[in-house]
């Protein structure tokens, strides 16, 4: 039988649209239909969208730090309002799109939704992140799970700079090309803290080129997650006090080939990554990386946003980052 998305949302034909202008998807491709989508046809489709998807839309925290609010809010996980978070907000950055993102539980819901509401089987999973030395979070990252022409892929588009670059295939060992010179792959295994043996999930794991050995960067199970499951991760992110959103800014987005003149290779394939951090903003090309800015002052960073990301903030949101450990001198 096949899936029923009739309870989840689905954005209309007139978002979509929206959403494809906000990527600067190119127009040639945006005659996905449910058939396509369900086909072995559709899969350079999923590839192209997670690609703009993620050289447009950033993996960010700035919502916990530059916030109207005086308390920690949640992750917004409705699908109107990350619509318009993602599409409806951002002034455009220099050369491109632009606009607002979010952690792994909004960039990953909103792009379930949209991938749902083209037609694609697809569910979401949750995975648990390592945190080095062999320990793991608990269920706080999310992935989608997409079936094209019955091959399951596994699509993250908001894990941030060690994030996939474009959906996985489900199988054990296959390594594919991430940002040259690195590669990833999934392999099923055993966490060190579980206790009993037999227990396997998936690993992706990245290498930064050839000779280097593999790291674990997060595990996912096939499972899927209901919208309460996601709920809980999201409180938990908010409020735990050891969280690496409560004291640090983080943004990033992924760079294509036709942003930096990069002529030969296809102008949409990712070639590098943009970071923001508390003060410096810094991109990396393959493996070679560039500081674009370094900062003491807050007006310094709000401009390094302004112009790298197009993230504008009013008076109020640049407000709510006084005081905090993140806040910089004016």
């Not at 979010?102 to 792009?111: K, W, Y």
């Not at 309460?228 to 735990?240: A, C």
């Not at 493996?287 to 674009?292: I, P, R």
């Amino acid at each position: 039988m096949p899936p029923n998305f009739s309870h989840r949302p689905l954005y209309t034909s007139a978002q979509l649209t929206r959403y494809f202008d906000h990527i600067r998807f190119p127009h040639r491709y945006r005659s996905i239909t449910p058939s396509l989508a369900k086909s072995p046809a559709g899969l350079p489709h999923l590839q192209r969208l997670e690609r703009y998807q993620l050289a447009t839309v950033p993996w960010e925290n700035l919502s916990k730090h530059y916030s109207r609010y005086s308390t920690p809010t949640t992750a917004i996980l409705g699908a109107n309002d990350l619509f318009d978070k993602i599409v409806g907000s951002g002034s455009g950055r220099e050369g491109g799109g632009g606009g607002r993102g979010g952690g792994c539980l909004e960039n990953n819901a909103f792009f379930g939704t949209v991938l749902r509401s083209l037609g694609f089987d697809c569910y979401p999973g949750g995975g648990r992140v390592n945190m080095g030395g062999g320990a793991y979070t608990g269920w706080e990252h999310m992935v989608n799970f997409v079936t094209v022409g019955g091959k399951k892929y596994v699509s993250d588009v908001g894990f941030g700079a060690k994030g996939q670059i474009h959906p996985l295939l489900v199988a054990e060992g296959e390594e594919v090309p991430n940002i040259s010179p690195a590669s990833a792959r999934l392999i099923q295994a055993a966490l060190p803290t579980h206790t009993d043996p037999s227990q396997r999930l998936w690993v992706y794991q990245l290498r930064n080129d050839p000779s280097a050995d593999w790291e674990d960067i997060y595990c996912f199970t096939e499972t899927e997650f209901i919208p309460q499951d996601f709920e809980s991760m999201t409180v938990g992110t908010t409020f735990r006090r050891n969280s690496f959103f409560a004291y640090s800014i983080a943004m990033c987005r992924m760079v294509m080939a036709k942003e930096v003149g990069m002529v030969d290779v296809e102008e949409d394939e990712i070639v590098g990554v943009l970071t923001l951090t508390e003060k410096e903003c810094k991109r990396r090309i393959r493996g070679q990386t560039e500081v674009l800015g370094s900062f003491e002052k807050e007006g310094d960073r709000l401009e390094a946003l302004r112009k790298w990301f197009g993230v504008e903030f009013g008076e109020t949101e640049r407000r709510g980052v006084l005081g905090t450990a993140v806040h910089l001198p004016e």
